[in-house]
Antibody, heavy 120, light 108 residues
Framework: EVQLVQSGAEVKKPGESLKISCKGS????????IGWVRQMPGKGLEWMGI????????RYSPSFQGQVTISADKSISTAYLQWSSLKASDTAMYYC?????????????WGQGTLVTVSS | SYELTQPPSVSVSPGQTARITCSGD??????AYWYQQKPGQAPVLVIY???ERPSGIPERFSGSSSGTTVTLTISGVQAEDEADYYC???????????FGGGTKLTVL
């Protein structure tokens, strides 16, 4: 069974750094892209970017380029989303996603979400 | 940047048919996908490649495409279908994934 299990909720202060994780299991981690989706409180879904763990090919949405870093450690089947300096506007639920098949750009599998709260 | 446009809300009575539209210039060239999100839950894929239904999704959910508009149709709406629905596609290059703004379906 394919599973994406995300790290737990975080409460941080503005200016702090953060790295959240998404561990894949039940499939060949290096053979499927893993993406990240933001959902701000009471708002819609926003595409952030995607990584192919097999070769670390990473593509960012123009809206998030330079704002976050997506990475993966294939040795432990885990993808990451990180910030170097958080802002209050980064407060949101973050989901990792995996496509049904390798070349697809739609997402059958979603993590449970990681709530990030940034507040002074 | 490329955008997909959805109505903010749709309301129907139980047993009626709900139709949720999604418009975008690249939809004639790119497939559309639909997700259902209930409060406090992660989204669930309900339609892929414009009109295909994943296993486990009730037959009352269907999708169609015409030009620059795709439509999610829920026939015989049930109370449990009350949720937010998001369309998703890609820009004309196929490179950038895009979500619509979401539609809140209210079952009266």
């Amino acid at each position: 069974e394919v599973q994406l299990v995300q790290s737990g909720a975080e409460v941080k202060k503005p200016g702090e750094s953060l790295k959240i994780s998404c561990k894949g299991s039940g499939y060949s981690f290096t053979s499927y892209w893993i993406g990240w989706v933001r959902q701000m409180p009471g708002k819609g879904l926003e595409w952030m970017g995607i990584i192919y763990p097999g070769d670390s090919d990473t593509r960012y949405s123009p809206s998030f380029q330079g704002q976050v870093t997506i990475s993966a450690d294939k040795s432990i089947s885990t993808a990451y989303l990180q910030w170097s300096s958080l802002k209050a506007s980064d407060t949101a639920m973050y989901y990792c996603v995996r496509p049904r098949n390798g070349g697809d750009n739609y997402f059958d599998y979603w993590g449970q979400g990681t709530l990030v709260t940034v507040s002074s | 940047s490329y955008e997909l446009t959805q109505p903010p809300s749709v309301s129907v009575s139980p047993g009626q048919t709900a139709r949720i539209t999604c418009s975008g210039d690249a939809l004639p060239k790119q497939y559309a996908y639909w997700y259902q999100q209930k409060p406090g839950q992660a989204p669930v894929l309900v339609i892929y490649k414009d009109s295909e239904r994943p296993s486990g999704i009730p037959e009352r959910f269907s999708g169609s495409s015409s030009g620059t508009t795709v439509t999610l149709t829920i026939s015989g709406v049930q109370a449990e279908d009350e949720a937010d629905y998001y369309c998703q596609s890609a820009d004309s290059s196929g490179t950038n994934v895009v979500f619509g703004g979401g539609t809140k379906l209210t079952v009266l």
